[in-house]
């Protein structure tokens, strides 16, 4: 009898390791962590220790039922308050109504978001559908992140309302742009993260900030090639490096980099991008026009960059050439030929320029010399 009781004792304990390790424990950790990551974007209960745990599925059904209610009696202030429990701690509750599922937890987020937008504040709005965005991964994505995108124009573009009407709300170009770059990180596809990155670049050269929008624009062609809006992110980091131009007689850094872009514009938008499906026919239209206009200002900027370039290399051929002999090694057995290269630089690089012109001329002198 003891055996037999051993070694069922025995099977029972390896029934029992085995359940154990059945999943593994990193498996277990990670989603531990994972769901307190979450948990620690709401800001909990509490004055003196945080209460971030998930609200009661009780009390959670309860809030949402009456803040419909609310909703629906017009008595918008009593069902936002409402809807805003959930902003500060998380529900995973779900329920069926009238055969719709719901989710508790980031609808009431949303409709708090809309009330918010509805009263003009916006900022408030925007907090609201990124906790969405960022709690609850299984929520109509495309919902949120469409919202996202139209409160975040509207408060980079819009007159922002005043506070109860009365006090006025002043726009800041450093939070505009941290939102439509929180929206590009959050929105990873190809609906709404280049418009978004478009967005942001626009507002930063509105603000001066020409670093920002060209890290916004370098990130939307490298990461969304066969998007529409990279024929006008390629021209716009074009006109940027132009603007940077001082002259023919400072560094062509800027110079190379416009031209580069005028070129690789004029070769791969040598037909405009057809209409994309993220696109009403509207735009498209309007988006026509405007690229026949930009296709028109890139050739003659590219003109205008060689010229630059041009007028450059002749400047450094006439430099060499007069005091290269202080400063070359071997400048006797190299005669003229470092000042022959700039010079056909330049006439190679804009053929039709007053620099080409030029060049021509100190390269006949300079031969007529060595003969």
């Not at 531990?32 to 004055?47: R, V």
């Not at 419909?68 to 069902?79: I, P």
């Not at 991008?273 to 050739?299: G, M």
């Not at 202080?326 to 030929?337: F, Q, S």
């Amino acid at each position: 009898m003891k055996m037999i009781s051993y070694s069922l004792s025995l099977v029972l304990f390896c029934f029992f390791i085995t359940d154990c390790w059945s999943v593994s424990p990193g498996a277990n950790r990670n989603r531990n962590l994972s769901q307190q990551d979450k948990e620690y974007l709401f800001p909990g209960t509490g004055f003196f220790s945080k209460n971030r745990d998930p609200l009661e599925n009780d009390q959670a059904k309860a809030w949402f039922l009456e803040a419909e209610e609310e909703r629906k009696k017009g008595n918008s202030r009593k069902a936002l308050s409402l809807y805003e429990n959930f902003s500060k701690r998380r529900s995973d509750y779900i329920f069926k109504k009238d055969k719709i599922e719901i989710q508790v937890g980031p609808e009431s987020l949303y409709q708090a978001a809309i009330l918010r937008e509805s009263r003009g504040d916006w900022q408030k709005a925007f907090e609201h559908l990124k906790l969405i965005a960022e709690a609850y991964t299984d929520y109509d994505f495309e919902r949120v992140t469409e919202s996202l995108m139209r409160i975040a124009e509207r408060l980079a573009k819009e007159k922002l309302p005043k506070k109860w009407g009365v006090f006025p709300r002043f726009r800041s170009g450093t939070q505009d742009r941290l939102r439509l770059n929180q929206i590009a990180g959050l929105a990873r596809g190809p609906k709404f993260a280049p418009r978004a990155l478009m967005a942001l670049s626009e507002i930063a050269i509105k603000d001066n900030k020409e670093d920002e929008a060209v890290d916004a624009l370098e990130r939307l062609i490298n990461l969304y090639p066969d998007n529409y809006l990279c024929e006008k992110a390629y021209f716009q980091l074009a006109q940027i490096f132009e603007n940077r131009v001082a002259g023919p007689e400072y560094d062509q850094g800027a110079t190379l980099k416009a031209l580069n872009f005028y070129e690789d514009y004029l070769i791969l938008f040598d037909e405009l991008p057809p209409k994309s499906k993220h696109e009403s026919i509207a735009d498209y239209k309007v988006r026509l026009d405007e690229s026949n206009a930009r296709t028109q200002i890139a050739e003659r900027g590219r003109k205008k960059m060689r010229e630059t370039l041009a007028a450059s290399k002749v400047m450094v051929g006439k430099y060499i050439e007069k005091y290269g002999k202080y400063y070359l090694t071997h400048w006797r057995e190299l005669g003229n030929k470092p000042a022959l290269q700039f010079y056909n630089e330049a006439i190679t690089i804009a053929p039709e320029s007053g620099a080409a012109r030029e060049a021509e001329k100190k390269v006949a002198d300079l031969r007529g010399r060595n003969e």
